[in-house]
């Protein structure tokens, strides 16, 4: 039996910006995901993505993904993922709100960077397999991934005048910048319980262990020999988060916090099988349903996202006879309105 999951989901975004004296950056992007159900058990998402960049030069990128799913009962689930390229964003943010994802995707920035004078942006290559069982108002999930990624984009807080050619200036800050700390491969896993306090509320705690980058101690003149004098190490992770839904005003809010050696870089990555994301430091996601205007066909959400705002994980490195400031996440605090139609 072959099944059509209809309608299929497609986007298109813009961007362009500039920032100092920086050239314009220009980026285009169009998405597509559809889903299939292969069997009584067996469930096939897949989807793909073309970026445009035009930064110094024109370049193209391609990245398509796939996600299996097998329900072996109704309660344990096998799942396998695959991602090429830049990592899809389709139901990441929010796992139960696949329209949330949506906008997420939309919104996506490509992570340019420079090497040496020249454009590059950052590409990974995924495969993730998991496992996840529910039992009563409890889930268990578990998952290894191997990931490996080129051109790596990392920010960036760098006193002025060293490595020129290889520090782009950060198109939404003016003060950071991002640089390319070059080749990464990393095998990681993943086991989480995630326990229901109710219709309105949700517990969740994770145990991970990754590859990490163990930052060089000697000063390094040259840009090259920085990326290459990083040894990679081990390291676990613990997170705890809580997730909810006001039942008096409809907020919806996502809380976590993650305990991991801040001393190491953790280049951050997306999760392919939607388990919990690992992400530095305290972070806090807020969404606020806005009463609709009468006579107006749609309806209005606020959204903010404050991201690592203990500042953790800034890892200190010599650069040129002075301190450059590695930062996997940045604090920030973002907001926006959406209109859903």
Request: aromatic share 10%.
């Amino acid at each position: 039996m072959r099944q059509m999951f209809l309608p299929a989901r497609a986007g298109l975004a813009f961007f362009t910006g500039r920032s100092g004296a920086a050239p314009a950056l220009r980026t285009m992007t169009v998405s597509a995901s559809d889903r299939q159900k292969l069997g009584d058990s067996l469930e096939l998402e897949y989807g793909a993505s073309l970026e445009a960049v035009s930064f110094i030069e024109h370049l193209n990128y391609f990245s398509p993904y796939a996600r299996m799913s097998y329900a072996h009962s109704d309660a344990s689930t096998f799942l396998i993922g695959f991602s090429s390229g830049v990592p899809p964003m389709t139901g990441m943010e929010w796992p139960t709100d696949d329209f949330q994802g949506d906008l997420a995707a939309l919104s996506a920035f490509p992570r340019v960077s420079l090497r040496g004078g020249t454009a590059s942006v950052q590409r990974s290559e995924n495969v993730e397999i998991g496992y996840r069982r529910k039992s009563g108002s409890r889930t268990y999930a578990i998952g290894v991934y191997r990931e490996r990624a080129s051109n790596v984009a990392l920010n960036a807080l760098a006193p002025a005048g060293i490595y020129s050619a290889d520090l782009l200036p950060d198109l939404f800050s003016s003060r950071n910048s991002i640089f390319n700390i070059g080749d990464f491969e990393r095998f990681g896993y993943v086991a989480s319980l995630t326990q229901n306090l109710g219709d309105n509320l949700s517990a969740s705690a994770a145990y991970g262990n990754r590859e990490v980058l163990a930052p060089p101690i000697t000063d390094f003149p040259g840009a090259d020999q920085l990326r290459s004098g990083f040894d990679r190490r081990r390291r676990g992770w613990v997170s705890a988060t809580l997730a909810g839904t006001s039942p008096w005003t409809g907020t919806r809010f996502v809380t976590s916090y993650e305990w991991t050696d801040y001393s190491m870089l953790a280049p951050m990555r997306r999760d392919l099988l939607q388990y919990l994301s690992s992400e530095p430091g305290w972070n806090v996601r807020l969404r606020q349903p806005i009463p609709s205007i009468p006579g107006m066909r749609g309806r209005l959400e606020a959204t903010a996202e404050l991201r690592n705002l203990l500042a953790q994980g800034y890892v200190p490195v010599n650069a040129q006879g002075k301190r450059l400031l590695l930062v996997p996440s940045p604090r920030s605090i973002r907001g926006g309105l959406s209109f859903i139609f």
